[in-house]
């Protein structure tokens, strides 16, 4: 399995993105999918969930603002991001998931988000 994250870059404060992961094989439709964030010299924390069944949950940071959704069809995962701060910039990865457990050790290369003027 592979994850491919992609759609970071730079925006000002207040814009929006749209990261998109993409998941290689056939397990995508039975894990939970997470997005993850890592801000130079911090821990990677986790931002959002969604389930198999679409049951999504947020880090308090990000709720209503970030959106996380899916495509089983597609073997695809979606985090819309509004109204983007300075504190929102880190590189952002995609993962499976059980609950809030990461599922798997190669991360990939994950995608920058720079939020600023």
């Known amino acids: 399995v592979q994850l491919q994250a992609s759609g970071g870059g730079l925006v000002q404060p207040g814009g929006s993105l749209r990261l998109s992961c993409a998941v290689s094989?056939?397990?995508?439709?039975?894990?939970?999918m997470g997005w993850y964030r890592q801000a130079p010299g911090k821990q990677r924390e986790l931002v959002a969930t969604?389930?198999?069944?679409?049951?999504?949950n947020y880090a308090d940071s990000v709720k209503g603002r970030f959106t996380i959704s899916r495509d089983n069809a597609k073997n695809t995962v979606w985090l819309q991001m509004n109204d983007l701060k300075p504190g929102d910039t880190a590189v952002y990865y995609c993962n499976l998931v059980v609950g809030a457990l990461p599922q798997l050790r190669n991360w990939g290369q994950g995608t920058q988000v720079t939020v600023s003027s």
């Open positions: 969604v389930t198999s069944g679409g049951a999504t």
């Open positions: 094989g056939s397990i995508f439709q039975a894990y939970g």
